[in-house]
């Protein structure tokens, strides 16, 4: 950089001053400052441009031009599409001009802001109506500024930050530290992380290390662009080292970071950037990219659009991920516009390797990325890394055209440890990936080799089988009551069929509390009759008392009953087991569940509405879930289930569904036991503190 333009981000929020006098918010002064940066920006890259015309022109300044010179200045200026001022370009004034005469500066700077070309004024939202979009909406700030007579002083001090000598590349770097800024105090920026300078050099990086420098065009997108800072950062830094033309592509949902973003477009040779929802307006459908780089909102939901998601006929979303977190549903619209040989790295927070369970929305995304051999690296970055979140971040590197010895490969890069501290905390970003340690991480996938900080995987290694199966519980004997359960056959088939059940013709259900006072008693079984004082009806006397009796029944507790004619029932809790008492004669029925159920049934033209209670034993199922590891060999993956089963559960159980699920935890693979001390060394320094006790004790004592 001809100067570091770093300089300036204090001169900038020296104008927040003003702001903080006037009584306005700190979360509001991106609101309120992001407008005259982006005036600024757009002034100095005029005026640079006309700078540089006037060169190709072979004059010094604008008063060399004749008459009619000028007018052909101004027309090819106007070529370029970059934007235009009169006042700016024609009459060589600029926001500094304007503000020397403080009497005529409110007419002066109208006729300087409708002085732009019409896209500009869109952009910078001159004199927007009520229903149009305002985006950066100046006129409707300055008008509040002026209400609060600080508008001509807030111009002023903008006027002062003179930009002209920095290039594109180097202005952009500063409106990221900008808007860095604005985040740090917005509170309208949940889940918006800016992605640092080193991150976007990170990610450059990688991409230049595996693409060819050629003369074939390089089109790059940023579905969630933001102001640009990542998909102009990573364009500028192929500039540096390829000479291969590029176009840029980008979608953004915010209107003001839209502005500039869009205004910083027309500043560069091929640029498309598209203002709306992303995942619906859909600008770019059809299109495929060579690159693809984001950094998708964390943790935001997606319930405003959610019928058009749900609805979407694209083919994109393979599946859908809980409406509080829409990251995924950002990295599967990537991966359908990725180029069959193309590449993309994708900024994301931890969930989106763990969140949700085998079968859901997020596992089933990450199964159809793993499915597909989309998923190349994966890489942990430090934490502290992000101006407003300090959490751990992570690069998903898809690439749909792996070389051939990393086809159904994957690399896990921990690089967690591979950065130098900050002198200053910038935000809540307290590190920084240097040069040296960007090189580290960048070999380490280059070189796609096990090393103490990179793991190599066959990608069936991050699947699992959740095995789902019914266990049949047993008492101490290893009896189940499903043995005593009546065996019916079919008279058609001759088919022969275990009853679900054994039904009771209980005549008392009792149960007692600890001092054998009878608490529930039921002796009758068919209810018709109720407190008409205290219900409206017998439904409102079920619905109000009845059930809730019913509910307070646990054939568990050692005090409840039921009674028959064949015999007393009970569940003995030391054993597990239901026991049928007939006289002194106890039977073992095994282990199952002693059912009481109510219902309330209406009356018919031949009975009236009644309660009817019943009483049935069941074997007591109980699902479960087991987790085992996958094989992608379907017989190989079977017989793994079976040994599973056959090593670990001891009950009767029957095979449900199994759910193949995908999932990655970096804590597992990089997991570092803690160095315990030997038993020698903590002796010795107990023996020393010993020894310093005893000498405080005899120092105290003289």
Known sequence: MSDNILQYESKV?????????????????????????????????????????LIDFGKAQLSDFNEEELEDFIEEFEEFDLGYNDFVIRENKTLKDICK????????????????????????????????????????????????????????????????????????????????????????????????????????????????????YLTIYDPTCGGGNMLFGVE?????????????????????????????????????????????????????????????????????????????????????????????????????????????????????????????????????????????????????????????????????????????????????????????????????????????????????????FAKVFDRWHFYFNKQAISLTNVDDEGNSLEAQLPVRI?????????????????????????DEEGIIEITDFSISTFDKKAYKNLQDYYNSFFKGLINELDYKEKDFKVYTDEGLYYYDIDKSTIIKQTGQEKTILGNGIIKVKAAYKKATKTKEASIQISVELLPDYQKDYEIIPYHPNPESNQANIEGFMDK???????????????????NKVFYQPEQLRSVGEIVADLDTLNNELKSLENSLSL
């Not at 918010?25 to 441009?49: C, G, H, N, T, W």
């Not at 909102?297 to 809980?322: C, H, M, N, Q």
């Not at 670990?648 to 759910?659: C, G, H, Q, T």
């Open 490 to 514: 079919n008279k058609k088939t001759g088919e022969q069929k275990r009853a679900t059940s054994i039904k009771l013709d209980a005549t008392q259900i009792l149960q007692f509390d600890e």
């Open 236 to 452: 500028d830094h192929l500039k540096t080292t390829f000479n291969r033309p590029t176009k840029t592509y980008g979608e953004d949902w915010n209107d003001s970071l839209y502005a500039l973003a869009k205004i910083e477009s027309r500043f560069r040779e091929e640029s498309d950037i598209q203002h709306g929802n992303t995942l619906t307006d859909m600008h770019f459908w059809g299109k495929q990219f060579d690159l693809i780089v984001a950094n998708p909102p964390y943790g935001v939901d997606w319930k405003g659009y959610k019928k058009d998601i749900e609805t979407d006929k694209t083919g994109r979303f393979i599946a859908l991920p809980s409406v509080s977190d829409g990251q995924l549903l950002f990295t599967q619209h990537i991966i359908s516009h990725l180029k069959e040989t193309g590449l993309s790295i994708v900024v994301h927070n931890g969930s989106t390797l763990f969140s949700g369970d085998a079968g859901s929305g997020e596992s089933n995304i990450r199964k159809y990325f793993f499915d597909q051999d989309y998923v190349e690296a994966i890489i942990q970055l430090p934490t502290d890394e992000f101006f407003n979140t300090g959490i751990y971040t992570y690069l998903w590197i898809f690439n749909k055209s792996k070389a051939p010895e990393r086809k159904d490969k994957v690399i896990l890069i921990n690089a967690s440890d591979y950065y130098e501290p900050l002198k200053k905390s910038k935000g809540k970003k307290r590190k920084e990936m240097t040069f040296t340690k960007r090189e580290i991480i960048k070999d380490a996938l280059t070189n796609f080799e096990d090393t103490d």
């Open 648 to 666: 670990y559960i001891s009950k009767p159980f029957a095979y449900l569904d199994n759910v193949v699920g995908v999932e990655i935890n970096f």
């Open 13 to 53: 929020w020296q104008t927040a001053d003003l702001l903080i006098g006037a009584g306005i918010k700190q979360s509001d002064f991106s609101k309120y400052m992001m407008p005259f940066f982006a005036l600024i920006m757009v002034e100095s890259r005029l005026i640079r441009e006309s700078q540089r015309l």
């Open 101 to 216: 005469n403080d009497k005529t500066f409110s007419i002066d700077f109208d006729s300087y802001l409708k002085a732009f070309d019409a896209e500009t004024r869109n952009l910078l939202g001159v004199d927007k109506g009520n229903e149009e979009e305002k985006y950066l909406n100046i006129s409707g700030i300055c008008g509040l500024l002026s209400k609060k007579k600080i508008l001509f002083a807030t111009v002023q001090a903008w006027s002062s930050i003179d930009l002209i000598p920095f290039n594109n590349s180097e202005i952009t770097t500063l409106e990221e530290h900008i808007k860095r800024r604005w985040a740090d105090i917005s509170a309208e920026t949940a889940g918006e992380q800016y992605t640092p300078d080193d991150i976007i050099a990170l990610i450059a990086e990688i991409i230049v290390s595996k693409t060819e420098d050629n003369e074939d």
